[in-house]
């Protein structure tokens, strides 16, 4: 019994770990520019992706991951430059329909670059389970749940703690004020795409030896992602992570205890009831404005 | 007077292609997936057809006459398939269609070739193409029905009778699981779990833990597509459940066995005897065929040999053995030739049509296969 339990908490610990490492790449852009980038999904796509054809190249894992990093950091500001800078004066509905268009640019790219084959990478610390009171939890899992953490709290600190984080903050909260005060928002928004991409890169590399990766995987990962991120609260890091394992641990223990018919079903409706009751999500911040 | 020699050696030259002799071509379409979701099916399909209509002509064609494909590519799209096909029918007047590569895509295509009274060969699974019986529509690839009658065999041999089920809720996985659902009782065989699991999840273990918690299942039946299988086999491995697991044909590929790694070691699935050619008895009828299409569709390709390639392969084969027996190019004589094919051996099994069957494959098209050691290993 406690076994049984034991293991749904796992399970749901570790989609959940990865739903919020793909809730935490939307915060940087969200928090720069409003804007929700759809394409956040290919980001982590990329990020297994070129790691695992990196490794058929011959490079080891130690050297193909903070590569696909950099890879995909340089796509991110390559998106950045070429598609939402020109749309300069365009209203944050127009760039997210952007980023629709540059994320299935990025999976048709990514098809022809690669293959339309699924791929895998060995897990960091071996395949072989850790079986606690009869539940078995992957070592992979671990790793997630670590980098989730640093990367929430490398966030948190870049938010409040550097003057870099707070001109984030600020060319979000009055782009033409923080112009004004002499901030280089180009530069800063740039950055911002580049993060976010690396953070998708990061995510991606984590993830694949459990959930496997292929040139569309960007989709259904994103999709969840943004739910995790919307159920946290758009733009707080700790929010996204709060949400990722929401929404996992209510997708294992439905399948688990309920049926997995209701799975998915659970999951999103969390998030209806949620949002119904507070519609800026659980850590998001009242948004107050001046008329 | 030079211009007029000019004028004269450009009229020549203008007679010389006009007199080009109009040899009788036999046209067949075709519309595949080549591109797209389906790509995997479509992409072998394509290359397969290509390959086998240049192979006939460089040997003299049919009957005497050359065959030209016209071949489209829909991308998956069930509209853009019914588009092609009556393009097939109306412009480009092909005599028969060997195409289809998903389900979706065949039957968008079925009463376009009805209506025209073209002779259409499908290269896609479902039992649906061909039950009830449409006069002018054939099927080459086994049913999953098929596949579910294959391993329930297999269990009883090994005397189980209850089993849980995993399936995937992707269009394979469900239709899989109705059909083994509805054949399960006639063949004894008992499902005591039913759980399910989305095309892109990423990790099984809830629902195995479930399964491990039925008590008196001695076997778990995965039926389903892409990447999903391979994470229910590590996660079955990981929790160290100690039954046989089956897979479905859906995952009879080598990336599969990569993907799943060491956790694939002993699972059982139903696949066609193209995997592993060169383990049948020389006494197989198919042995000869297998290895033939194996080996030239590598060679030429460059790419190892796909089950898909394969249904290509039976469809234009049969339907070049019809065009034979026809002797004409008539798309209502073809049809009936197809309906009588008979004893026809190609790479999915012998081929045996008739008015009510317009598949004409009996089970022995899977065999059951067992992945040992990273390779298949035939299991009969």
Same mark, same amino acid.
């Given at each position: 019994m406690l076994g049984e339990f034991l293991q749904f908490l796992f399970s749901g610990l570790t989609v959940g770990a990865v739903y919020a490492l793909v809730a935490l790449g939307f915060t940087l852009i969200f928090n720069a520019s409003h804007v929700v980038n759809f394409a956040q999904g290919e980001f982590v796509m990329l990020g297994g992706m070129t790691t695992v054809f990196l490794g058929y190249a011959g490079l080891p894992l130690l050297l193909a991951a903070p590569l696909a990093i950099v890879i995909t950091a340089l796509v991110g500001a390559a998106?950045?430059?070429?598609?939402?800078?020109?749309?300069?004066?365009?209203?944050?509905?127009?760039?997210?329909?952007?980023?629709?268009?540059?994320?299935?640019?990025?999976?048709?790219?990514?098809?022809?670059?690669?293959?339309?084959?699924?791929?895998?990478?060995?897990?960091?610390?071996?395949?072989?389970?850790?079986?606690?009171?009869?539940?078995?939890?992957?070592?992979?899992?671990?790793?997630?749940?670590?980098?989730?953490?640093?990367?929430?709290?490398?966030?948190?600190?870049?938010?409040?703690?550097?003057?870099?984080?707070?001109?984030?903050?600020?060319?979000?909260?009055?782009?033409?004020?923080?112009?004004?005060?002499?901030?280089?928002?180009?530069?800063?928004?740039?950055?911002?795409?580049?993060?976010?991409?690396?953070?998708?890169?990061?995510?991606?590399?984590?993830?694949?030896?459990?959930?496997?990766?292929?040139?569309?995987?960007?989709?259904?990962?994103?999709?969840?992602?943004?739910?995790?991120?919307?159920?946290?609260?758009?733009?707080?890091?700790?929010?996204?992570?709060?949400?990722?394992l929401i929404v996992g641990l209510a997708e294992a223990l439905t399948a688990g205890y309920l049926s997995s018919a209701y799975k998915d079903a659970v999951g999103f409706l969390i998030i209806l009831v949620v949002l119904f009751f507070m519609p800026r999500g659980l850590m998001g911040t009242a948004s107050v404005e001046r008329v | 007077m030079r211009q007029i020699l000019k004028l004269l050696s450009l009229g020549a030259l203008g007679a010389a292609i006009g007199a080009t002799p109009s040899v009788a071509e036999i046209k067949?379409?075709?519309?595949?997936?080549?591109?797209?979701?389906?790509?995997? $099916?479509?992409?072998?399909?394509?290359?397969? $057809?290509?390959l086998y209509v240049e192979k006939i002509n460089v040997e003299g064609g049919v009957n005497g006459e050359p065959l030209e494909l016209v071949i489209y590519d829909d991308e998956g799209d069930a509209n853009k398939a019914r588009t092609f096909a009556s393009r097939l029918i109306d412009n480009d007047e092909v005599v028969a269609i060997v195409g289809g590569t998903t389900t979706g895509t065949t039957m968008a295509m079925a009463p376009l070739a009805e209506d025209a009274e073209i002779p259409f060969i499908s290269m896609a699974g479902a039992v649906t193409i061909v039950e009830p019986v449409r006069e002018f529509v054939f099927k080459t690839p086994p049913t999953d029905r098929m596949a579910c009658e294959k391993i329930y065999g297999d269990m009883k041999a090994r005397s189980i009778t209850k089993i849980g089920m995993i399936s995937g809720t992707d269009a394979f996985g469900s239709s899989m699981r109705e059909q083994c659902r509805a054949v399960a009782g006639e063949h004894g065989i008992e499902i005591l779990a039913d759980e399910i699991y989305g095309p892109r999840d990423s990790d099984m273990t809830p629902q195995l833990t479930k399964i491990r918690g039925t008590s008196g299942l001695q076997a778990v039946l995965n039926p389903g597509f892409g990447q999903g299988p391979a994470i229910v086999t590590r996660n079955f491995k990981q929790l160290g459940i100690d039954l046989p697991l089956y897979q479905s044909h859906g995952v009879a590929s080598k990336s599969f066995i990569e993907l799943a790694g060491d956790a694939a070691n002993g699972v059982r699935l139903p696949a066609s005897p193209l995997l592993v050619p060169e383990q049948l008895p020389d006494s197989d009828p198919q042995k000869a065929v297998l290895v033939a299409y194996k080996e030239t569709f590598e060679k030429e390709t460059g790419q190892p040999v796909s089950t898909f390639g394969g249904h290509a392969y039976d469809g234009l084969m049969i339907l070049v053995d019809a065009l034979r027996r026809a002797g004409e190019a008539d798309p209502v004589k073809i049809r009936d030739a197809i309906e009588a094919t008979q004893g026809f051996v190609g790479t999915a099994g012998t081929v045996n049509m008739s008015p009510t069957d317009h598949m004409g494959l009996s089970l022995d098209a899977f065999r059951m296969l067992e992945i040992r050691d990273g390779g298949w290993v035939l299991a009969e």
């Open positions: 998106l950045y430059k070429l598609a939402i800078a020109p749309a300069r004066g365009a209203t944050v509905v127009t760039l997210i329909i952007i980023t629709i268009g540059a994320s299935i640019f990025l999976r048709g790219i990514a098809q022809l670059v690669f293959d339309k084959e699924f791929h895998r990478l060995p897990g960091f610390s071996g395949d072989d389970p850790i079986l606690i009171l009869g539940a078995a939890l992957l070592p992979q899992s671990l790793w997630v749940l670590g980098f989730t953490l640093i990367t929430v709290l490398g966030l948190f600190l870049f938010f409040n703690r550097t003057t870099l984080g707070k001109a984030v903050l600020a060319t979000s909260i009055n782009r033409l004020a923080a112009q004004l005060v002499g901030l280089n928002v180009d530069a800063i928004l740039l950055l911002s795409f580049a993060l976010s991409a690396a953070i998708g890169a990061l995510g991606g590399i984590l993830i694949t030896p459990i959930t496997l990766t292929s040139y569309d995987a960007g989709t259904m990962l994103a999709l969840k992602g943004f739910a995790a991120a919307i159920l946290g609260g758009f733009g707080s890091p700790f929010g996204a992570v709060l949400g990722g | 067949i379409g075709s519309v595949v997936s080549a591109t797209g979701p389906a790509a995997f $099916l479509g992409d072998p399909e394509r290359k397969t $057809l290509e």
